[in-house]
């Protein structure tokens, strides 16, 4: 996008995005890779990977930028611009937002000096975000087209859910205070996504910090403690206006409008109901959910519960909003579906890497309403997988979907003690784009059980030109 002279950061459309000039494959990747809860006494890092297949590097980890402290608990990133500001020209795309999930740091990393070696810019202390905000445990990074960043949090200073905001400022990113205004505030937050022409803003709910950070607790579910709705802002005058409620126990996890700004609908994927609900505008205005996609639970012996759900963690929406992919990190499975229809998603792709519920493993699947038998052990390059597939990233053409396994250290090390021992990879699968259709590349493996310090757990996949899960079109 640098190319273009006149305009800012990222691209004038999705489409564009998807199919423009300005839009070649990707070459590297940028991972933040985490040691907290692991035993390995070091710092998180962010992990540059060359994905490119033409270069000597392939599949390999090209740099590493240690943060300063320990047991931050990096998570997910974002950009200090993006599509949502490219008409300005003042505009760069050269910073990468990574709150930690625990410490409550925000990194500010530059990776306009050297895309391939990221150098960190400024530390924003968490003192920070409690005194200005009063708010914690920062998640989601969104960049504004004022040129702020908007970041979402899960709790309040003390480990209580709390579902705020805190907006940095673009040039300088220093804390300028909450974004919401007025009293209410939802119980919970997560995850968020804003849809300027619609005037609204929607955020998720995951957990109270204080209870999920040492792992799951079945029992917290009753008592309150993880999400249930989708919270509906007002975009101009950031005021709460409604909650939609998706029933107990269902903790809606990614949301994702569709990327034509025009587009009145999108998706939310529920962790532990296994399901997908389609959100929309009514003709009164406000706004409304029905469940489109279910997984059925799986009848099992050998697990937690006797009811084991896929725990649906990550989805995304190809950029042409044509179709949806989510993982089942549970049972092992990423899904492709055809949403051409938004209210009738048509599953059309599907391929199991690892998970809980694999033939020799210590489950017993005892029902299932959707396989006939328990899937093999998912192994890559002689290497038998722990874990199942978690964070997803898709190149903007649509053509190769990018799966990492670690879902967050305090669940990992519960779930699948054997990621934690042995590291997390990075697989990628081809995706047929004309009819759907998903295929594992048995050439592309990265392995993070193989670090210098130790096997690590590698989260959330971003790619330096932006992509379909950061960007946002205004």
């Keep these: 996008s640098a190319k273009r002279g006149a305009c800012g950061p990222g691209y004038a459309t999705p489409l564009d995005a998807m199919k ?21 006494e070091k710092p998180d890092y962010l992990a540059t990977v060359d994905v490119d297949p033409k270069s000597p590097h392939y599949c390999q980890v090209i740099h590493r930028l240690p943060m300063p402290n320990l047991k931050d608990e990096l998570h997910h ?37 050297d895309l391939r070696a990221p150098r960190i810019h400024k530390i924003v202390e968490p003192v920070e975000l409690f005194w200005k905000g009063n708010v914690a445990n920062p998640h989601t990074s969104h960049c504004l087209g004022s040129g702020d960043i908007l970041i979402s949090s899960l709790g309040d200073p003390s480990g209580n859910g709390k579902g705020g905001f805190i907006l940095l400022d673009g040039e300088t990113f220093e804390v300028k205070g909450n974004w919401e205004n007025g009293e209410k505030v939802p119980p919970l937050g997560y995850d968020f996504w804003y849809q300027p ?4 803003l929607m955020s998720t709910e995951w957990g109270a910090p204080k209870v999920l950070a040492d792992g799951f607790n079945p029992a917290d579910i009753e008592r309150g403690h993880y999400g249930r709705r989708i919270n509906v802002w007002d975009w101009s005058t950031h005021t709460y206006i409604q909650a939609i409620d998706l ?15 025009d587009a009145a609908e999108g998706f939310v994927g529920c962790a532990l109901s296994g399901a997908v609900h389609r959100f929309y505008k009514t003709e009164k205005g406000d706004w409304a959910a029905e ?32 179709f949806l992919y989510f993982s089942n990190w549970l049972h092992g499975d990423i899904r492709q579906y055809d949403i051409s229809n938004t209210r009738k998603p048509k599953l ?43 964070m997803i990233q898709l190149s903007l053409d649509g053509k190769r979907l990018y ?34 259709g998903l295929e594992v590349n048995k ?32």
């Design 77 to 113: 990133s974002g950009w200090n611009a993006c599509s949502s500001c490219f008409g300005d020209a003042t505009k760069r795309r050269n910073r990468l937002i990574l709150p930690s999930l625990i410490s409550s740091r925000i990194y500010v990393v530059d990776v306009g000096t």
């Design 20 to 40: 423009g000039k300005y839009c070649p494959r990707e070459e590297i990747v940028y991972l933040p890779c985490i040691y907290r809860n692991t035993g390995i």
């Design 291 to 322: 469940k489109v996609i279910e997984v059925p639970s799986k009848k099992v012996q050998g697990w937690l519960l006797p009811d084991m759900p896929g725990l649906i963690t990550d989805i995304l929406i190809s950029l042409d909003d044509r």
């Design 443 to 474: 050439n592309f493996l990265v392995d993070f059980g193989k670090e210098p310090d130790g096997p690590v757990l590698a989260h959330e996949i971003r790619y330096p030109g932006g992509d379909c899960t950061s960007d946002i079109w205004m």
């Design 348 to 390: 059309v792709g599907q391929v199991f890497l690892g998970g809980s519920i694999t033939k020799g493993g210590p489950v017993t699947v005892v029902e299932d309403k959707e396989l006939q038998c328990q899937p093999e052990p998912f192994v890559i390059k002689g290497k038998k997988v722990p874990g199942g597939p978690q």
């Design 247 to 261: 029933g107990k126990g269902s903790i809606p996890l990614e949301i994702r409008f569709l990327h034509n700004p």
């Design 197 to 200: 022409r619609h005037n609204v």
């Design 403 to 436: 799966v990492t396994s670690s879902l967050y250290s305090g669940w990992d090390k519960q779930f699948y003690p054997d990621l934690v021992k042995e590291g997390s990879v990075m697989l990628q699968i081809d995706v047929d784009t004309e009819r759907g």
